[in-house]
């Protein structure tokens, strides 16, 4: 089983700071498949990054992807009062041609 | 710009079969897209459920959920259906269709929640 393991599970900072958020993959995967949503109470899941560090469109370039090995890490450089919400990270999955997600990290105001 | 519309019951009994929609417009069903099912038990995380390829109707389904699950599309309406059997209150969730894009999805349904209740 293929299984993505976000850190933090919640990320307390405050407007202005950095946000670094993990996503480990626990099997070698292919970095085009793997994606960043966003996500606010309400609503649904907004693409942000999507081949691990290629921004959607209308994606303000605070926001970037990166990788090494099996880790995948979104970095927010400034945050912005709009970007605390939950941050999820998918996976397209060969073996049976799906998709899994991790289990989101919570980014909330300190 | 593709939308998409889920709609079906929001209260389904425990053993019964979960039947949802997502309408598609703005763009024609029968082109070589993806779209998948994904759900979100209240409080928790994403689930993804399964997948439909609109030119032949090929499906893959989360091995979990498979023996449970159907997804379909209907050309003639312009859009896809699911349908899930022997629901339990662990089936309840927002529904979401999702429009894909390589292997990401930038189009979603604005979701429909599914209640598992006698």
């Known amino acids: 089983e293929v299984v993505l393991t976000q850190s933090p599970g919640t990320l307390s900072l405050s407007p202005g700071e950095r946000a670094t958020l993990s996503c480990r993959a626990s099997q070698s995967v292919e970095s085009r498949f793997l994606t960043w949503y966003q996500q606010k109470p309400g609503q649904a899941p907004r693409l942000i990054i999507y081949?691990?560090?290629s921004r959607a469109t209308g994606i303000p370039d605070r926001f970037s992807g990166s990788v090494s090995g099996t880790d995948f890490t979104l970095t927010i450089s400034r945050l912005e009062p709009e970007d605390f919400a939950v941050y999820y990270c998918?996976?397209?999955?060969?073996?049976?041609?799906?998709?899994?997600f991790g289990q989101g990290t919570k980014l909330e105001v300190k | 710009q593709v939308q998409l519309q889920e709609s079906g019951p929001g209260l389904v009994k425990p053993s019964g079969t979960l039947s949802l929609s997502c309408a598609v417009s703005g763009a024609f069903i029968g082109t070589n897209d993806y779209y998948s099912w994904v759900r979100q038990p209240p409080g928790k995380g994403l689930d993804w459920i399964g997948q439909?390829?609109?030119?032949?109707?090929?499906?893959n389904y989360c091995p979990s959920l498979q023996s449970r699950v159907a997804i379909s599309i209907d050309k003639s309406k312009n859009q896809l259906s699911l349908q899930l059997t022997s629901v339990t209150a662990a089936d309840t969730a927002v529904y979401y269709c999702a429009r894909h894009s390589g292997f990401s999805f930038p189009t979603w349904g604005q979701g429909t929640l599914v209640t598992v209740s006698s």
């Open positions: 998918q996976q397209y999955i060969p073996s049976f041609s799906g998709y899994t």
């Open positions: 439909i390829h609109l030119s032949d109707g090929n499906t």
């Open positions: 081949s691990a560090s």
